[in-house]
């Protein structure tokens, strides 16, 4: 049984990563991104080293200038592209593409290094089913930065928990801190949170660790600053001063709080519920034991996540619509998993033997994570289908610059809570030859996980056989 377990898990994950290979998909901002590389270069070439192209007002795309408003997450490799010989957006969108499918692979192989360095090592197979049931299913075949900006997190939570060097702990968090502008606070966080459980575990000295890991955010944010000195002639992006790219009011940034959370057409506990719940699981476990374990960590987990679902509820878009699901939030889900299986997975096991004991239990586990998977399949065969959930409003929502924050935030409103869910749109995928089978090899891969994780935390005599 175990044999035949670890074959679906591997036959899956593997499968997963050939098609995500063999099938790109150019998506998102992409494009932007791209000409945003050329028009850096461009300033650069005539000495433009301030404010280029800046005009102080958003253009019908919602940009200020000609090199855009994204992080360096995806410019820096695109320049080194550029750099290295690539012509056109094809070559260009092609490696971006296969970056993400690295980042999600790399995300594998350090959550296998961690937790088997932290004693964990069974809670890999929890991981193993986070990644298998999440979003990513479509989003590594894309070129949308959400995988690359998941490796680099996790590499940076990786590097503080093992401890890695600490010229590593710096190298990992200035990768880190080009992913968001926003993040820096976050990255802080987890990163002590790392080191400190990677001290009470080994002993090690970590302030080498924190000096380094300090450093690299510092240059992070330098790099990020002259980046925006040269678009925007400031250190801090006018995104944030711009009122017609946030939320207005505190009952609509609630409501839009709520809906990154659980809101049918975003929320991350109906896009990726098995994340959502573990994570959750882990910090009432821990408060409720607080006696007995040392609850810091998870209030940290809880601040963090608190933190960034206001700080989506605050940007027009909390969601990085038009996208599917959470798109915004998607990056998070496994450096937390991980830390959370890391700081509480002992407390986690009898909870968790406990459900999966019975056969029953386990099936209905399956069942439901895998009726939360199946959206995520039919988007990889059928991407396109989505698009009808945007286009339920008539007219569609426009953009608060070009239409009216007002009129934007009703139709949002109206499209997060009350029209026809998107996952519903992203089933008709699964309808398909492809998506048949990618369903079929992802249900044996998450009961295989299942299986494997059951067999590390019940005791053989107190499994009942299925």
Not at 38 to 52: E, K, M, P, R
Not at 175 to 183: H, Q
Not at 387 to 401: E, I, N, T, V
Request: aromatic share 10%; net charge positive; hydrophobic share 55%.
């Amino acid at each position: 049984m175990k044999a035949a377990s670890l074959l679906a898990v591997v036959g899956a994950f593997v499968f997963l990563v050939g098609v995500w290979i063999a099938l790109p998909w150019v998506s998102g901002d992409t494009p932007f991104v791209l000409d945003g590389s050329n028009a850096f270069l461009t300033c650069l070439h005539n000495h433009d080293y301030s404010a280029c192209g800046y005009t102080g007002r958003l253009n019908y795309w919602g940009l200020m200038t000609s090199v855009g408003d994204w992080p360096l997450l995806q410019h820096v490799p695109d320049l080194i592209s550029i750099g290295l010989g690539a012509d056109g957006h094809a070559a260009r969108a092609r490696i971006l593409e296969l970056l993400s499918v690295t980042g999600v692979v790399a995300s594998v192989v350090l959550a296998w290094l961690v937790l088997s360095r932290a004693g964990q090592r069974a809670w890999f197979w929890a991981f193993m089913l986070v990644v298998l049931s999440s979003p990513f299913l479509w989003y590594s075949r894309t070129t949308a930065a959400e995988a690359l900006a998941t490796g680099l997190l996790v590499c940076f939570v990786a590097a503080t928990v093992l401890p890695a060097h600490p010229i590593v702990v710096g190298l990992a968090a200035v990768g880190a801190a080009w992913t968001k502008e926003t993040s820096y606070p976050f990255i802080a966080a987890l990163g002590v949170l790392g080191l400190v459980l990677a001290a009470r575990r080994t002993g090690i000295r970590i302030r080498p660790h924190l000096i380094w890991g300090t450093v690299g955010l510092a240059v992070g944010i330098l790099a990020a600053s002259v980046f925006n000195v040269v678009r925007y002639g400031k250190v801090i992006s006018p995104n944030f001063f711009e009122a017609k790219l946030h939320t207005p009011g505190i009952e609509r940034k609630l409501e839009y709080a709520a809906g990154v959370l659980v809101s049918p057409s975003g929320g991350m506990f109906v896009f990726w519920p098995a994340a959502s719940v573990l994570v959750l699981a882990a910090c009432v476990v821990a408060v409720r034991r607080r006696r007995d374990v040392d609850v810091r960590p998870a209030l940290v987990l809880v601040l963090v996540i608190l933190g960034l679902t206001l700080g989506f509820a605050s940007w027009w878009t909390p969601f990085g619509w038009s996208a599917i699901g959470p798109r915004l939030a998607l990056p998070w889900g496994l450096p937390l998993v991980l830390l959370a299986f890391v700081a509480y997975g002992d407390v986690l096991r009898p909870l968790v033997a406990r459900l999966l004991a019975s056969p029953w239990r386990l099936l209905v586990v399956f069942a439901v994570v895998l009726a939360f998977t199946l959206p995520n399949i039919g988007t990889t065969w059928r991407p396109n289908a989505t698009g009808a959930f945007f286009r339920q409003q008539h007219p569609p929502c426009d953009a608060p610059w070009r239409g009216g924050v007002e009129k934007w935030n009703r139709c949002q409103h109206e499209q997060m809570w009350f029209d026809r869910p998107m996952p519903l749109y992203g089933l008709h995928g699964v309808k398909s030859l492809g998506g048949a089978v990618t369903t079929a090899l992802v249900a044996l891969g998450l009961l295989g996980c299942l299986l494997l994780l059951r067999g590390e935390l019940v005791p053989a005599q107190q499994q009942r056989p299925i």
